[in-house]
C-alpha cells in the first residue's frame, strides 16, 4: 500500500448547483483530513457539502453541513476524519459564485 498526502480537490462552483468536489479513484480510499472554504466575495454566503456512498442519488441524510454560512472575505475550515471507498463522491453547493472548495487528505492504493 501507498500512502499519498494530497490536495484531494479544489473547485469554484457555479452558484446554486449541487457539484462533484471529489470522487475516490478506483482500488483507493481516502481520509479526508480537512475542508477549506473561502468567501471572496464581499457579501455573506451559505454551503452545503454532502458525502454519497458509491456515487448515490443526492438525499437528506449525507448532508454533513447544510446552509452553514461563510462571512465576507471569511473561511470556513473544517478539520475532519472522514474515511471514504473507491467511489465515494464529495458534493458541494454554494448559494453565491464566490466560495471556492479546498478538500486535504490521504488516498490510499
Do not use: H, W
Not at 500500500?1 to 469554484?12: E, S
Not at 481516502?30 to 443526492?58: H, K, M, P, Q, W
Not at 446552509?67 to 471514504?84: D, R
Amino acid at each position: 500500500m501507498a500512502d499519498a498526502n494530497k490536495v484531494l480537490a479544489q473547485l469554484a462552483p457555479s452558484a446554486t448547483t449541487l457539484s462533484t468536489l471529489y470522487t475516490v479513484p478506483a482500488l483507493t480510499s481516502t481520509v479526508v483530513s480537512s475542508l477549506v472554504i473561502c468567501n471572496r466575495g464581499a457579501s455573506e454566503a451559505t454551503f452545503r457539502v454532502s458525502v454519497a456512498i458509491a456515487g448515490a442519488a443526492d438525499s437528506n441524510p449525507q448532508y454533513l453541513y447544510y446552509n452553514e454560512s461563510v462571512g465576507a472575505e471569511q473561511s470556513f475550515i473544517a478539520t475532519v476524519g472522514i474515511t471514504l471507498a473507491a467511489s465515494d463522491v464529495v458534493r458541494v453547493y454554494a448559494s453565491n459564485a464566490n466560495l471556492s472548495f479546498n478538500l486535504f487528505g490521504v488516498e490510499v492504493t
